[in-house]
């Protein structure tokens, strides 16, 4: 199975801050890496895929890089609705799997 | 307005089983592949099994094979997951997902989920 590890596991941030989330992947899967964001309470919201093409609807200030087993998810001036628990997941093949997630929260 | 509305979840005792429902609309529902994703209380979401259009494609996480089957009822714009021999580690938030049309998976719709807790 691919393994999925993201950091950090949480950060603090301000309201306009740059924030800078990796993921890394056991071994190369290509572009084939999808970002989600996580609120309490709710289902996972799909922001980035393929790496690096902004989902319809998704704020240009989210943004994705990366390939082969090195993947960043930028937020370009953190808003109050982005704090929230963001995830990558793999899919490259079977098992498709997620990252252990990234908690975002207030400084 | 594509909706995704889950049902079937409940509190079973270890070896038990469980029929979970996804009742689809606000899209071709079969023209897309569709998916459960499960989320354990305080973990991150985590993959189960995904089945193609037409149903002549299944794929499943290894600790649930054999146990778990995917289906579909194109004709009632409805997926399911029937799940027999449960374990307390199947316990967590079922959520149905719409996967994709072709290529690479993604999961751009979601439900809100059906709890499934597993316990003596």
């Known amino acids: 199975d691919i393994q999925m590890t993201q950091s950090p596991s949480s950060l603090s941030a301000s309201v306009g801050d740059r924030v800078t989330i990796t993921c890394r992947a056991s071994q190369s899967i290509s572009n084939y890496l999808n970002w989600y964001q996580q609120k309490p309470g709710k289902a996972p919201k799909i922001l980035i895929y393929?790496?690096?093409s902004l989902q319809s609807g998704v704020p240009s200030r989210f943004s994705g890089s990366g390939s082969g087993t090195d993947f960043t998810l930028t937020i370009n001036s953190l808003q109050p609705g982005d704090f929230a628990t963001y995830y990558c997941?793999?899919?490259?093949?079977?098992?498709?799997?997620f990252g252990g997630g990234t908690r975002v929260e207030i400084k | 307005e594509v909706q995704l509305v889950e049902s079937g979840g409940g509190f079973v005792q270890p070896g038990g089983s469980l029929r979970l429902s996804c009742a689809a609309s606000?899209?071709?529902?079969?023209?897309?592949?569709m998916a459960w994703v499960r989320q354990a209380p305080g973990k991150g979401p985590e993959w189960v099994a995904n089945i193609k259009q037409d149903g002549s494609e299944k794929y499943y996480l290894d600790s649930v094979k054999g146990r778990f089957t995917i289906s579909r009822d194109n004709a009632k714009h409805s997926l399911y997951l029937e799940m027999n021999s449960l374990r307390a580690e199947d316990t967590a938030l079922y959520y149905c997902?719409?996967?994709?049309?072709?290529?690479?998976?993604?999961?751009?719709?979601w439900g809100q989920g059906t709890l499934v807790t597993v316990s003596s």
């Open positions: 997941q793999q899919t490259d093949r079977a098992p498709l799997t």
């Open positions: 997902a719409r996967d994709k049309v072709m290529g690479p998976t993604v999961f751009d719709y």
């Open positions: 393929a790496a690096s």
């Open positions: 606000g899209f071709t529902f079969s023209g897309y592949w």
